[in-house]
């Protein structure tokens, strides 16, 4: 791996690709939880048109992005741990590089499945019942 140049802290290894991981999944959080704010005081102001909004939500774009959504909040929250071990566990700085791959594997074995059954419907209305 060529050398970093001096002064930098990038090494581009999985400590800094989970870190920058980490802060898009946070980021997309939060503009979901924003918009999900707005979307939902709407029904104060009109219940009319907070029912038009939700109704655009039922296509299957917004349903690759609630599959999306799952997957930013789950690794997330799995990344949040690891960091938390990290540092409060006196071995945690060690053990950083095999509790990521721990991470990624807990990762695929939730989202995976997740993803299958949310967006199995999509698929079959898309392509036809088979």
Do not use: C
Not at 46 to 57: F, L, N, Q
Not at 76 to 81: P, R, V, W
Not at 94 to 104: A, F, S
């Amino acid at each position: 791996m060529p050398k970093a140049p001096a002064g930098t802290l990038y090494r581009g290894r999985e400590g800094m690709w989970s870190w920058v991981a980490h802060r898009i999944t946070g980021v997309l959080v939060f503009f979901f939880l924003f918009a999900h704010v707005l979307d939902t005081a709407l029904i104060r102001v009109s219940p009319t048109s907070y029912d038009k909004v939700i109704g655009t939500y039922k296509n299957p774009i917004v349903n690759v992005m609630e599959v999306g959504l799952v997957a930013a909040v789950v690794y997330h929250a799995l990344n949040g741990i690891r960091i938390m071990l990290i540092d409060f566990w006196e071995k945690g700085p060690r053990y950083q590089k095999q509790m990521l791959y721990v991470e990624l594997a807990l990762f695929v074995i939730l989202v995976v499945p997740d993803a299958y059954f949310s967006l199995e419907h999509t698929v079959r209305t898309i392509f036809g019942s088979t």
